[in-house]
């Protein structure tokens, strides 16, 4: 892809856009015909709107340059996410250049599969479908499915379905949470999901929430979790983690615990029964826990008496604690007793109304339960509906355990249409496929929580020919009613002109700014809610398959959340922090069992449940709870990451395939801790690509931790005076500035984000499993973990490595054409045109940041448009490296310049840093003594990476502070 | 008899040299001029330019706030050309392309490699003519550049020669930068960074 | 005056000795021998009152040459952009040459001075032997490559009669005028 | 005055005849063993245009060993390039007069095998297209190499040493062509004729060249020291554990000694049976030759003990558990493999037996020649693999194309040096007769 052709794209609008963006360097230039204020070719324009990858619906800011988005920032303005984004929302620039994205409507042709037709036909097919039943009196066999869409879609969407007397429509969320909804109906008479005040919390208790991964709403979790977590004059709170298994969010914990699977419940209650004989909790309090035998429920749990009081004593203590319940081994069919006996666990700490918030309610708090969705695929399967339309998003076949014969139901329905815009599992099925817009090309809004709307606007011209799915059924609808636009019940011309009508209500009039805002944000009050109490049932969670089996924990990843982002290559080669696996799936077996199976990494196991069985590579995991095995959810590939990245067939990765369909009575969630699985070795090997050779640093310090006590005591005293180094040279002069970077390893969670925005900024190629699996990932900045003390229960010490910019630069001098030097602004230079590949620097260079195009690296078209166009394309042969994102430098400078002052200190955010959700990286002048950087540097918990080398790095880490043992 | 030979060798050498300097200072001349660019309009520079006075910034009106300096929107020509010349064969084809909301297939003339960041807004901030790097415009019936590295200079370096950089070529880049900061006290980058990254 | 060119061809290394002895001792200079080796007996009479070679002269000019134009095509060539890698300056900016990172290029220097001089050495065989020369020179004979010796004096017309006779006496296998 | 000069050795006429005869047209073996080379060097050719067009991916490098199999091969063929100049210059200076019978052969080896090793650079380079970048040229840019760069110290050091080496050759060469083209008739004398530059030996013809002989021979002794030492630097001014120690220098020096002596026998043995020449290359050569194959041999292994010694005694973390890794994991045998070759096998030598008997000379040498290319290979690779940073740690694997490329390099090497023993005199007409008595008539006048 050639950088200058986006002169070609912004003139062509419209259709014509994709094809003119994939086309090679041409030496025409083709002006505007009509000038865009909006669109100056070479200066970006920032556009606003709402991140759809999942429901928590970040604030999001998409940089346009002539006419396409080429990187996606989190809102800073965006209450919920202010500023940060998780991988998933970085990499949902890959989902809107799809390479497989659906060029434009479809109509399945008996055998033949599905045909390209008309917008026109396809429409009618539809609404005269529609027109038919609705004439007949059998509306109700339509039946209308879409993701979580809270805002005027969804209502726009209700009335069309009551304008057509189809039956209510189903919001569709694998993740719907409703055992804490039913759980709060239980104790607080509510039926909503609070907002948790992480940042106000001393101390966290979390019972399997991921709130660092999926829970909810991670990046906003993950922000106020560190607010309230990392290190910060002196103080920091405590975070406890009951898990079987350790995810990201328990290796972030001071103590992790794990306890039997499903044993979360019977914990929270024992908890608080000390809590109560402790008198640390009221005694009305006593009646929940009447029943429970703290010595019972440690050996139950496999959690120790001693373990137990001290987390009561540590919980009882905080002012104020919050506890959280979620995760895999929660939403067992017990999870609404388990979310009970946190709410009770809460209530009794008096965190209710401080730290447990009722008012800014979640939007999760809408979703249709699953029991409605199985009760949807059973009137599919009895034939009952007859026309299905499915939003995008929606996945169900792959989404829904097996037990629930989706894939089925769905070949009774007569006329299956989908919105998708990139081909899945569901849209396999469907009969009309019309293509919706990528919601970065779409007009909505969103409400994560109550009080916060978030406005969506296109950020650019659709590149496929596909319309939003608003407008195609308020086309086919009145086709279908017979109505003309503007009469009827629904006669809106446009979505847009919908939605612009509800949001009038809401902007007093000024659109514009509300859209510069990114929507219109207000504070709820939390209102005050009292427990009931009622008597506390610690029951163990149903499950079939034999009870010599293993309890199967599958769970959402951070990378695919249920699936809906694996379509993105970013995220696929971005590799899982715990296990540093890219590409494949896997199955966590614990050492215990591997023993007895006799299995390694990388061995082929099959994996049966009483719905049926999965074949993965195995990971071997020394922490996961020995009566477990766990798979992760959402690893899907789509046609054209076969075979360019992976092997051709990999058969399904997903282990939904091994649920049966069992919902927990009291809340009708869906029950993903429902089914015990065996293991049986198969004997062939697929290995995993796994980048980190070890996670054992051999006491070379490379990420370092301090204890709090130490940590304390160093804040208060202020930093050793460093001596300084003896070299035979002169100091390096730096006439300008001395660009700097401070990261946090305390304030690092380890999600991955900013190696996906610097992938996303700086035109870093996806490699493939393969080149992976053999060193020869092309990430300019990785994320490592590095495991200390008993490998069983090790503390996790995440540490971002990218280029350190030293100022003694070992892979300097060695470059035979000054490829690799230093600039005057302390930058490590690359020059990729006068690099001649030698590799000698990438030997030199002791931290092994230095990547090398081994091949042509190609951007399959459209993707070849998201392309930077302030960042060289590298051909092969060439090295190349973090540059401290060099083009903001330049752009931050040129603004100052603009304005007639020198650069301050925030003015320029490397792409890492800006979408960090704990800010743990601070980049900066170096030579300002006032700027957040320098003070950072000065830290007494600030450390070089490989100090005793003499490299001097510009980037300096901060040290982890560790909680002893019950500290 | 050795000495004659030293002294004789010693001869030989300086002579040499002084050849060579001679001739290294006489490669020095400007580039030829260029062969005009066919263009899908005659567009003259001269008249609008030279004639007409325009400000190069009224048409490529991107180059103070953009990297790239942009092309007149084909509104923007029509602003003026509803009325002047109207008649005239080359506007009515500027018409067609306008009724037709088309825009005009102009061939590049300048172009920097892929791996140059050249941004025409700092080079306006700090003043230059635009003259400095696209030749006298105002002269040129269409426009023509003889740009980029050619065999010729690149053997002529070879060989000792120091031959004029032709333009838009890094070495000429790197003359004016070093000369601005040295004449005008300028702080023209001499990064390599600033332009390849 | 015209010359006239007496050549005895020898068999033997001592035959060959005694001629020259003799001829020297009749004061006759004027001398070419052919060997197909250097041999050293014949050296010894024949260097006596000769000076040495004068290749070295070139060999050390060569050296020279290369040492400076390595010094001056690396610091010059070095300051052109001045960049800096491995944090070191090229040049010393108060801390004498220590601060400098000029040790680097005496590797390039020696290199050089070799490269140099070596050619300058074979430029000075060639020349000072009068090589390459494209006919062979009158009194030659291929034997001389082969296994016999030759000594050719250039001597007056009228003295020739006398050389053939020393040259026979003293061993030659053959003598003729050319 | 020598002992060399033995009544029983051959005439001067004689030393001609069998030094021409080994110019005779070759034989079928010659041609069969051509051929072969011809085709494993199209193999060669082939894996080049590959990695070229795919990228150097083809070749199995990868993080952390992002130098592997070329760099390893590269070093060894300029090591086998140090016997040649060392033998004709080094011991020529010592006055060693048993170097005259086979220093031709050496130097002609020397300059093919620096050919052969300064192809590697170009194959190793990632964008080989622009590998001029590397020389000191003039260009519109002004831009230079950086002569801070131990590459560009390989690029000065390796090209002199090719050019000085070849002046050599050459310069040894002039008097045998002008005895060859005394030999011949018709077009061959031509060619011959014009090679020898006219040359006579005349008296004034040789004193200029003996002088030039023994200043190009004194240029050429440090030049040897210093190339080998030059490209150990890339290592040794590396940062990599295993790589960073001043022992560098000397160790590879003698490596290459080492190990161009055993190519050095590899070639003169073969050539000894089949052009019949045991008259000129006579056993006390090949005890000379063994001789020093021991010596340097033990040199090796002490250099190999302080290595170690060094590392180990350093306290230095990273340094013990590089070292630990390359003795005990992956790439172990390798390791094992070489001290064996480069230690043990040599040790044979001490008896004289095997000093003359060509069968064992013959297996030491490929031994040695094994343990040399493993000893680079183990400087390499495994110190590259387990560095200072866990996280990269990792094997490598070869793939089809590097080890076609290396299989290939020998193929080239082979096939200039069977071209140069049917075209150019493999033994030096002149000096072979220096060590001969030269013909006398009667003693009394003689020495």
Redesign the interface.
């Known amino acids: 892809m050639?950088?200058?052709d986006f002169?070609k794209i912004v003139?062509?609008s419209g259709a014509a856009a994709a094809s003119g963006g994939c086309q090679q360097a041409s030496?025409?230039?083709?002006?505007?015909?009509?000038?865009n204020e909006q669109l100056?070719?070479?200066?970006a324009s920032w556009f606003s709107t709402v991140c759809r990858e999942c429901p928590a619906g970040c604030g999001v800011i998409a940089r346009n340059r002539e006419g396409r988005v080429v990187k996606l920032e989190g809102n800073p303005d965006h209450p919920v996410n202010a500023g940060a984004l998780c991988m998933r929302g970085q990499a949902s620039l890959q989902g809107l250049y799809h390479p497989d994205r659906i060029a434009g409507p479809l109509v399945r042709e008996g055998s033949a599969g599905l045909k390209p037709t008309t917008w026109d036909a396809a429409s009618k097919l539809v609404s005269d479908k529609l027109a038919a039943l609705k004439t007949g009196g059998k509306g109700r066999a339509v039946a209308v499915v879409t993701q979580l869409e809270n805002g005027s879609l969804g209502s726009m969407l209700d009335r069309w379905v009551q304008a057509l007397g189809a039956r209510p429509r189903v919001t569709l969320e694998p993740f719907a949470y409703e055992s804490i909804r039913a759980a709060n109906r239980q104790t607080f008479n509510r039926d909503a999901i609070p907002y948790y005040a992480f940042e106000d919390a001393e101390v966290v208790l979390s019972f399997g929430a991921d709130f660092i991964e999926t829970w909810l709403s991670n990046v906003n979790y993950a922000r106020t979790f560190a607010r309230m977590h990392s290190f910060r004059d002196g103080r920091a709170g405590t975070f406890i983690h009951v898990e079987p298994r350790q995810s990201l969010t328990a290796s972030n914990a001071d103590e992790w615990v794990r306890n039997a699977p499903g044993t979360e419940g019977l914990l929270a209650l024992a908890i608080l029964k000390v809590m109560v004989e402790e008198g640390a909790a009221d005694k009305r309090f006593g009646l929940a826990v009447a029943s429970i035998d703290v010595k019972r429920a440690a050996d139950e749990s496999g959690v120790g008496v001693e373990t137990i009081k001290h987390i009561a004593k540590v919980f009882a203590h905080a002012k104020p604690g919050l506890a959280v319940g979620g995760g895999v081994s929660v939403t067992g069919t017990h999870a609404t007793q388990t979310q009970v006996a946190i709410n009770l666990l809460n209530a009794a700490a008096g965190n209710v109304g401080k730290t447990v918030r009722f008012g800014p309610d979640s939007a999760y708090g809408k979703v249709s339960p699953y029991s409605e969705v199985a009760s949807l695929a059973g009137a599919m399967a009895s034939g009952e509906v007859e026309v299905v339309i499915l939003g995008p998003g929606v996945n169900p076949a792959f989404t829904m355990p097996s037990g629930l014969k989706l894939a089925d139901a769905i070949g009774k329905v007569a006329l299956v249409v989908s919105f998708a815009n990139v081909p899945d599992q569901t849209s396999e099925f469907a009969h009309v496929v019309l293509p919706s817009t990528h919601w970065l090309e779409s007009w909505g809004d969103y409400s994560p929580r109550e009080g916060v709307v978030g406005f969506m606007q296109p950020t650019m011209s659709p590149i496929r020919d596909a319309r939003p799915m608003g407008d195609t059924l308020l086309q086919i609808g009145r086709a279908a009613l017979g109505v003309e636009e503007g009469k009827g019940p629904i006669p809106w011309a446009t979505f847009e002109q919908y939605a612009k009508g509800t949001w009038t209500p809401l902007i007093k009039g000024d659109l514009e700014g509300a859209l510069r805002r990114g929507g219109v944000f207000a504070d709820v009050a939390a209102a005050s809610v009292t427990a009931k109490v009622v008597a506390g049932e610690a029951a163990a969670a149903k499950l079939d398959g034999d009870a010599s089996g293993l309890t199967l924990l599958a769970y959402p990843s951070l990378r695919f959340y249920d699936g809906r982002s694996a379509v993105s290559s970013w995220l696929q080669e971005a590799p899982d922090t715990m296990t540093q696996a890219v590409w494949d799936a896997w199955v966590e077996i614990s050492a215990e069992t591997a023993k007895k199976l006799g299995v390694v990494r990388g061995d082929m196991v099959s994996v049966k449940s009483s719905q049926g069985t999965l074949e993965l590579p195995a990971y071997i995991s020394p922490t996961l709870h020995p009566s477990a095995v766990a798979i992760p959810m959402g690893h899907r590939y789509t046609p054209y990451q076969r075979p360019r990245y992976v092997a051709a067939d990999t058969g399904s990765v997903n282990p939904m395939g091994l649920l049966p369909a069992v919902a927990d009575p009291a809340s009708g969630g869906l029950a993903f801790m429902s089914v015990k699985v065996t293991l049986t070795k198969l004997g062939t090997r697929r290995p995993l690509a796994v980048?980190?050779?070890?996670h054992?640093?051999?006491?070379?310090e490379?990420a370092q931790h301090v204890e709090l006590g130490a940590a304390r005591e160093q804040a208060l005293r202020g930093r050793a005076p460093q001596e300084p180094h003896p070299t035979?040279?002169?100091e390096?002069?730096y006439p300008g500035a001395r660009w700097g970077m401070t990261i946090d390893v305390d304030a690092c969670v380890g999600c991955q984000a900013c190696v996906t925005s610097c992938q996303a900024e700086n035109n870093v190629p996806v490699v493939g499993k393969a080149?992976a699996a053999?060193?020869?990932q092309q990430h300019w900045m990785?994320l490592?973990r590095w495991a200390e003390g008993k490998p069983e229960r090790p503390t996790n010490l995440f540490l971002p490595?990218l280029c350190q910019h030293?100022?003694?630069?070992?892979c300097?001098?060695?470059?035979?054409?000054?490829a690799?030097?230093?600039?005057?602004?302390g930058?490590n230079?690359?020059?990729?045109?006068?690099?001649?590949?030698?590799?000698?620097c990438?030997?030199?260079c002791?931290?092994?940041v230095r990547?090398?195009?081994?091949?042509?690296y190609d951007f399959p078209a459209p993707l070849d448009v998201q392309l930077n166009p302030?960042?060289?394309?590298r051909?092969?042969?060439?090295?190349e490296k973090c540059?401290m994102c060099?083009?903001r430098i330049?752009a931050g400078k040129?603004r100052a310049?603009?304005e007639k002052r020198p650069v301050r200190d925030g003015d320029i955010l490397t792409a890492c840093q800006q979408t960090c959700p704990t800010q743990a990286i601070t980049f900066g002048n170096l030579k300002d003594e006032g700027s957040a950087v320098t003070k950072l540097t000065h830290s007494p918990r600030a450390y070089h990476v490989?100090e005793e080398?003499g490299t001097?790095p510009s980037i300096t880490y901060l040290r982890k502070v560790v909680r002893g043992p019950h500290a | 008899m050795m000495a004659k030979a030293g002294v004789g060798a010693l001869g030989a050498a300086l002579l040499a040299v002084l050849v060579f300097l001679a001739i290294s200072s006489w490669s020095r001349q400007p580039a030829a001029a260029a062969k005009p660019s066919a263009q899908p309009i005659n567009f003259p520079h001269s008249v609008h330019v030279g004639t007409y006075k325009i400000d190069c910034q009224y048409c490529h009106s991107?180059a103070r706030?953009?990297?790239?300096a942009?092309?007149?929107?084909?509104?923007?020509c029509m602003g003026c050309h509803k009325i002047a010349a109207a008649d005239k064969p080359e506007i009515k084809k500027l018409a067609e392309?306008?009724a037709k909301?088309?825009?005009?297939?102009?061939?590049?003339v300048n172009?920097l490699?892929?791996?140059?960041?050249f941004?025409h807004?700092?080079h306006i901030?700090a003043g230059l003519k635009c003259q400095g790097c696209h030749g006298p415009v105002e002269t040129m019936t269409t426009y023509a550049a003889d740009t980029g590295p050619s065999l010729t200079v690149d053997l002529l370096n070879l060989v000792g020669f120091r031959p004029a950089p032709p333009p838009l070529t890094m070495g000429w880049c790197v003359e004016c930068h070093r000369e601005q900061n040295a004449k005008n006290a300028r702080h023209a980058p001499l990064?390599?960074?600033?332009c390849?990254? | 005056m015209a010359t006239e060119t007496v050549l005895g061809v020898f068999a033997h290394v001592d035959t060959t000795v005694r001629a020259l002895e003799q001829l020297r001792a009749r004061g006759y200079h004027d001398l070419t021998v052919y060997t197909p080796l250097p041999v050293h007996e014949i050296e010894e009479v024949l260097e006596r009152d000769r000076p040495v070679s004068r290749v070295r002269l070139f060999t050390l000019i060569g050296g020279l040459t290369g040492i400076a134009s390595a010094f001056i095509l690396t610091i010059w060539s070095s300051m052109v952009?001045g960049?800096?890698?491995?944090?070191?300056?090229l040049v010393?900016?108060?801390?004498g040459m220590?601060?400098s990172?000029l040790p680097p290029f005496f590797i390039i220097a020696f290199e050089l001075m070799v490269l140099f001089a070596g050619f300058a050495t074979v430029i000075g065989m060639v020349v000072l032997g009068r090589l390459p020369r494209l006919s062979p020179s009158a009194s030659y004979d291929p034997r001389f490559t082969n296994d016999r010796f030759g000594v050719a004096v250039h001597c007056a017309p009228e003295r020739a009669a006398a050389v053939h006779e020393l040259l026979r006496t003293s061993g030659a296998e053959e003598v003729k005028s050319r | 005055m020598s002992d060399s000069r033995t009544t029983t050795s051959p005439t001067f006429a004689d030393v001609n005849r069998d030094v021409l005869r080994s110019l005779d047209p070759p034989g079928n073996l010659y041609f069969a063993w051509m051929c072969f080379v011809a085709l494993l060097l199209a193999g060669f050719f082939a894996a080049w245009a590959g990695q070229v067009w795919?990228?150097?991916?083809m070749a199995g490098?990868?993080?952390?060993q992002?130098?592997a199999m070329y760099i390893t091969t590269f070093v060894f063929w300029i090591g086998i390039g140090h016997a040649g100049t060392l033998i004709s210059a080094i011991l020529y200076l010592f006055r060693a007069r048993w170097r005259t019978s086979i220093y031709r052969g050496a130097e002609a080896m020397t300059i093919f095998a620096v050919m052969t090793a300064g192809l590697f650079?170009l194959i190793?380079?990632?964008?080989?297209w622009?590998?001029y970048?590397?020389l000191p040229y003039p260009n519109q840019r002004f831009?230079?190499?950086?002569f801070?760069?131990?590459?560009?110290w390989d690029?000065f050091a390796i090209s002199t040493y090719l050019s000085v080496s070849t002046v050599f050759f050459i310069v040894g060469l002039v008097p045998d062509i002008a005895a060859l083209r005394d030999a011949s008739t018709g077009w061959r004398k031509r060619i011959f004729s014009m090679l020898a530059l006219g040359w006579e030996g005349s008296d004034t013809q040789w004193r200029h060249y003996r002088r030039a002989y023994g200043l190009l021979a004194a240029l050429a002794t440090p030049l040897v020291l210093s190339v080998h030492s030059v490209v150990s630097w890339?290592f040794a001014?590396?940062?990599?554990p295993g790589w960073h120690s001043t022992l560098f220098a000397p160790f590879f020096v003698d490596g290459a000694i080492f190990s161009g002596f055993a190519m050095v026998l590899i070639l003169i043995l073969p050539m000894r049976h089949f052009f019949h020449l045991h008259a000129y290359i006579q056993d006390k050569h090949l005890d000379a030759m063994g001789k020093l194959i021991l010596v340097t041999g033990l040199v090796l292994t002490y250099f190999y003990i302080c290595e170690t010694f060094t590392s180990i005694y350093s306290g230095e973390?990273?340094e013990k558990?590089s070292l630990f890794w390359k003795v005990t994991a992956t790439y172990a045998w390798a390791l094992w493999t070489m001290y064996f070759c480069n230690c043990v096998a040599p040790l044979i030598l001490f008896w004289k037996r095997a000093r003359t008997s060509p069968v064992i000379l013959y297996v030491v040498s490929i031994l040695v020649l094994i343990g040399m290319w493993f000893e680079r290979f183990n400087i390499i690779v495994p110190s590259?693999g387990h560095?200072?940073?866990?996280?990269?740690?990792?094997i490598y694997y070869p793939s089809p194309t590097d080890t076609m490329i290396v299989i290939g390099s020998f193929s080239f090497f082979f096939l200039l040096f069977l071209g140069f023993i049917k075209l150019l005199p493999s033994l030096s007409i002149v000096e072979v007769k220096e060590t001969i008595a030269p013909p006398v008539r009667d003693r009394a006048h003689g020495h």
Not at chain 1, 820 to 825: G, I, N, Q, V
Not at chain 2, 101 to 108: A, L, Q, T, Y
Not at chain 4, 237 to 240: E, H, P
Not at chain 4, 387 to 394: Q, V
Request: charged letters at 20%; glycine letters at 8%.
């Open positions: 050639n950088r200058r002169f003139t062509v030496e025409t230039i083709l002006p505007l015909v009509v000038p100056v070719p070479g200066v980048l980190q050779a070890t054992d640093q051999d006491d070379r490379l035979l040279y002169d390096q002069k080149s053999y060193g020869r990785r490592e490595m030293c100022e003694v630069a070992p300097e001098p060695v470059c035979p054409v000054y690799a030097y230093r600039t005057e602004e930058l230079g690359q020059v990729y045109n006068r690099c001649v590949g030698t590799r000698y990438g030997n030199n002791p931290y092994h990547r090398f195009n081994w091949f042509q302030d960042v060289t394309v051909q092969l042969g060439v090295m540059t060099v083009q330049i040129d310049k603009d490989l080398i001097r | 991107d706030r953009s990297e790239y942009g092309l007149p929107s084909v509104e923007r392309y306008h909301k088309e825009s005009i297939p102009w061939v590049r172009k490699p892929e791996f140059t960041y941004p807004k700092a901030r990064d390599c960074v600033i390849h990254h | 952009w960049l800096v890698t491995g944090g070191k300056y010393p900016a108060g801390s220590s601060g990172s | 795919w990228g150097m991916g490098k990868r993080v952390p992002m130098w650079p190793h380079a990632g964008r080989m622009f590998a970048f590397l831009l230079w190499p950086n801070r760069s131990p590459l560009v690029v890339d001014m590396a940062l990599v973390h990273i558990a590259l560095d200072f940073y866990p996280y990269t740690w990792g």
